[in-house]
């Protein structure tokens, strides 16, 4: 069974850019999370999909970052523009709907300079 | 606001040793996972706790839950090298329905000495 795909693995930009970040969920998973996880910390959830709709995205900083699920697989985030903090780690999630369990992809390792 | 709260941060330990990881969270939930993190790696999931009185084992680790102190613990019986590396814990709060909303503790990077 393929995982949880990410894409890039490694991004580097200057603070200002825009950047943006693919997910590819495993087949059939309705749940879609993306997390933030800051080197040292444990991930910090910004937005979570059921299917395209949004379920929570309390903590996801608006005002710069954005997130969309196409037809309810797919998932790109984006952040426009970049600032110096948002260095961190940017991992995917999905789980089927009604069941706990999260797999997470490799990541998109993201700094900004 | 849902905090989750993992003690030790950091765990040195000599192989051979047991010693226990704590996950202390501050409202109700049915739902506790544990995940490994190797590093630059991505988090691969351990266990999922899903009821008062839980306990599963796999290898060297156990993990417990109890719901009415909110804590789970995981448990290492005889640390081998191989073990080293950063534990999360997680919990799905019970929002009375809310979807698989999952909240991670800060980690515990464990070290295992020879």
């Known amino acids: 069974e393929a995982g949880v795909a990410q894409s890039p693995r490694y991004k580097i930009i200057e603070k200002r850019q825009s950047v943006a970040f693919w997910c590819n969920p495993i087949?059939?998973?309705?749940?879609l999370y993306w997390y933030q996880q800051i080197l040292g910390q444990g991930p910090k959830l910004l937005i979570q999909?059921?299917?395209?709709?949004?379920?929570?995205d309390s903590q996801l900083p608006k005002d710069r970052f954005s997130a969309e699920r196409l037809k309810g697989v797919d998932s790109t985030l984006k952040i426009q523009p970049a600032k110096l903090e948002d260095s961190a780690v940017y991992l995917c999630?999905?789980?089927?709907?009604?069941?706990?369990?999260?797999?997470f992809g490799q990541g998109t390792r993201l700094t900004v300079v | 606001e849902l905090k989750v709260e993992q003690n030790p941060l950091f765990l040195s330990m000599q192989e051979g040793k047991n010693y226990t990881i704590y996950c202390n969270y501050s409202?109700?939930?049915?739902?506790l996972y544990w995940y490994r993190q190797d590093p630059g790696k991505s988090l691969e999931s351990l266990f999922v706790?899903?009821?008062?009185?839980a306990v599963k084992q796999e290898g060297r680790l156990m993990a417990s839950l109890d719901t009415k102190a909110r804590l789970s613990t995981l448990h290492i019986t005889a640390a081998v090298h191989d073990l080293s590396a950063t534990y999360f814990c997680?919990?799905?709060?019970?929002?009375?329905?809310?979807?698989?909303?999952?909240?991670f503790g800060t980690g515990t990077l464990l070290a295992v000495q020879p």
């Open positions: 997680a919990v799905g709060p019970d929002y009375g329905g809310a979807t698989n909303k999952l909240i």
């Open positions: 706790l899903l009821s008062n009185g």
């Open positions: 999909f059921q299917n395209n709709g949004v379920v929570d």
């Open positions: 087949s059939g998973h309705a749940t």
């Open positions: 409202t109700t939930s049915d739902r």
């Open positions: 999630a999905s789980s089927l709907q009604g069941e706990g369990t999260a797999f």
